[in-house]
Each structure stands twice: as structure tokens, then as C-alpha cells.
């Protein structure tokens, strides 16, 4: 993992650096430093997904690989610029997000104009201009155009799928109640199969040139149920998470309402009181520390977390022992064992 990763890393740095080189326009290097800076951190799970699939379906060890692999840490890339902007977050992966960024720069200029507007509008155009770079990347990564032909219509659903995801987030928190079923179907849709089930989709459609149905069957056994349970995970660590190892700061996800399923079941199991705690208090961008904590204590006492840490662990056997029987080379069985077990059971 350590050999990908570095791999995947040299890769993103050397693109970034051809589509903003250091020696170009100055008033474009706060764009370049954003770019990199946010591209430094990163579990790297999404190019680790597809690299397993393209070796579990026969890929060899080559470059090119690496270079499609990591495309996809530039749609992260974009997708979490864009999130921020929609949920104000102050902070990502420990620094200002991009959007505090711009506006910072703006202030200590002493322009003209709304700050805060400006790093809006920047931090936007730099996630576009990341979801432009995560297809160019793509497309020139050098593998057989079979293989890229093969995996393109894989590539175009995933990138659907996640705005579709985005947009059913900010649906869910709108609407003001979620079921465990609507808060399933944005954990499937915003992360759990551009996660884990696309890019392994992707990996072995460009080993093969093809798509075969033990694939299919294999990304939705395996890929759909691991991803959902990496999004649960995500939920817990977004109310629980310890801030100096998420990035961010502790409850952010209970100040922007997310509606999660860790929500929806405490809601549905709360005395009349405590819902009521909870509604009152979900969403307020000035919730402080005691509120934090009387809802952490909430969810807790529901059993809410509990539940939804069953609910990974069912997701995560039912996902290993769909793997058991795929076709696949004995080192991706083991690789993708390993994968879905870190991505599910991180505490940070």
C-alpha cells in the first residue's frame, strides 16, 4: 500500500505541476498552492480500490495504472472543495478550506468588494477546474484505448452518481426528517459507490476490456456494502471524531444537520423530549462544546451508535464474504480483505 501511494502521489503532483507550472502567471499561484496542499492529504482509498480491481482481473504492474488510479483522488479533490462551500466548513483535513482560503486572501489585500463572496466564487472554480483536470488526467493515462473504452461508461455513471449524492445531502437536510432509508440512499449515493464500488468497477473494466457479470456481481456484493459501511463509518467519525485526526472541528457534521443514519435512528428511538433536544439543536452553526456533547450523549443513549456500528460490521462481513468466491487473483483477495477492514473500522 505504502509503493501505491507513493506512486499515486507522484503522479498527482506531476500533473498539477503541468497544468500549473511554478514559472506561470503569479496571479495563478494561489490556485496551484490550493491544489497541491489539498491533494497532499488523503487516505488514498479510491485509486487503491481501482489499482486492486486492475490486478485482481489480471492487470500488470505498469505506470499507466497509477496515473488512472490517481484521476480519482482529483474527483475527491473536487467533490470536497464543493462540500465545503455548501456546508461553510471552516476547515478540511486540518487546514482552512479553500473557501476560507480565498477569502483570507482577499482581506489581507484589501480588496475591493465581499471577501467571503470572493472565496466562494474561487473556491468553486477550483473545484471545477479539479473535476476538469480528474477527466483530462483520465483520458491520457496512457492505457490501451480498449481498456479506457471499456471502463468510460463506468467513469461518466461515477461522476453522475456523486453529484446526484451531493444534491440528495442537501435534500435530506431541507426536508428536516430522514428514515433510515433516505439516510442509507445518500450514504450509497454521495460516497459509498464512487468510494469503493466504482473504482473497483473501473479497475477491472480496464483489465479486462470488458465488463463480465461476475464484476457486476462482485462490485455490488462486495464494492456497494463495503462503501455504504465506509460512509457509516464517515457518519460516526463526523459527531465522535477526534478533531487533531479528522481535520475537523469536533461535531461539524451536527452544526450542518447532516442527516445521517446515525440521526435518523436516534430520532426514531428518542424519548419525546430528547427528539425534541435534538431537533432544536441540529444544524445551528453556533452549536458549542455543551451542545456537542448533549447530543453526542443523546445519540449515544439511543443506542443510535450502537446500531450503526452493527450495521458497519453487517455491511463489512457481508461485503468479505462476497469477495470469498470472485475470480480474482489470490494477492487482490487479500489486498481488498485489508482495504475494506481500514476503511471501515478507522477511528480517525
Not at 155 to 172: A, K, N, P, S
Amino acid at each position: 500500500m505504502g509503493t501505491l501511494r507513493a506512486h499515486v502521489e507522484q503522479a498527482l503532483r506531476e500533473f498539477v505541476e503541468r497544468q500549473l507550472p511554478a514559472s506561470g502567471d503569479p496571479d495563478l499561484e494561489p490556485l496551484r498552492t490550493a491544489a497541491h496542499e489539498l491533494l497532499a492529504g488523503g487516505k488514498r482509498l479510491r485509486p487503491a480500490f481501482c489499482y486492486w480491481g486492475w490486478r485482481g482481473a489480471g492487470g500488470s504492474d505498469v505506470p499507466e495504472i497509477f496515473t488512472a488510479a490517481a484521476s480519482l483522488e482529483l474527483l475527491q479533490a473536487s467533490a470536497l472543495v464543493h462540500d465545503d462551500v455548501m456546508d461553510k466548513s471552516d476547515l478540511r483535513r486540518g487546514m482552512p478550506s479553500a473557501h476560507r482560503r480565498f477569502q483570507t486572501l482577499h482581506e489581507k489585500a484589501d480588496w475591493h468588494g465581499s471577501a467571503e463572496q470572493f472565496g466562494e466564487g474561487a473556491a468553486i472554480l477550483l473545484g471545477n477546474l479539479l473535476l476538469i483536470w480528474s477527466g483530462e488526467m483520465w483520458r491520457t493515462c496512457g492505457l490501451p484505448a480498449r481498456s479506457l473504452a471499456a471502463a468510460q461508461p463506468v467513469h461518466d455513471h461515477m461522476r453522475t452518481e456523486l453529484m446526484c449524492g451531493q444534491y440528495l445531502d442537501l435534500l435530506e437536510q431541507a426536508h428536516g426528517e430522514n428514515t433510515f432509508d433516505s439516510a442509507l440512499r445518500v450514504a450509497l449515493y454521495k460516497s459509498g459507490k464512487y468510494s469503493v464500488e466504482q473504482p473497483l468497477r473501473l479497475g477491472l473494466a480496464l483489465a479486462a476490456g470488458e465488463l463480465l457479470p461476475w464484476m457486476d456481481e462482485l462490485c455490488a456484493g462486495y464494492g456497494r456494502r463495503v462503501g455504504i459501511a465506509f460512509q457509516l463509518r464517515d457518519d460516526i467519525l463526523g459527531v465522535f471524531g477526534d478533531p487533531a485526526q479528522t481535520g475537523k472541528p469536533a461535531g461539524d457534521d451536527l452544526r450542518e444537520g447532516k442527516r445521517t443514519m446515525l440521526i435518523a435512528r436516534t430520532l426514531a428511538a428518542a424519548s419525546p423530549a430528547a427528539a425534541a433536544t435534538v431537533r432544536r439543536l441540529l444544524g445551528d452553526p453556533g452549536l458549542d462544546a455543551d451542545g456537542v456533547a448533549a447530543l453526542r450523549e443523546i445519540i449515544d443513549g439511543t443506542g443510535a451508535l450502537r446500531a450503526c456500528e452493527d450495521l458497519i460490521g453487517e455491511y463489512l462481513g457481508e461485503g468479505l464474504a462476497a469477495l470469498e468466491g470472485a475470480p480474482i487473483t489470490q494477492e487482490a483477495r487479500t489486498a481488498l480483505t485489508e482495504l475494506a477492514i481500514a476503511a471501515t473500522s478507522r477511528r480517525t
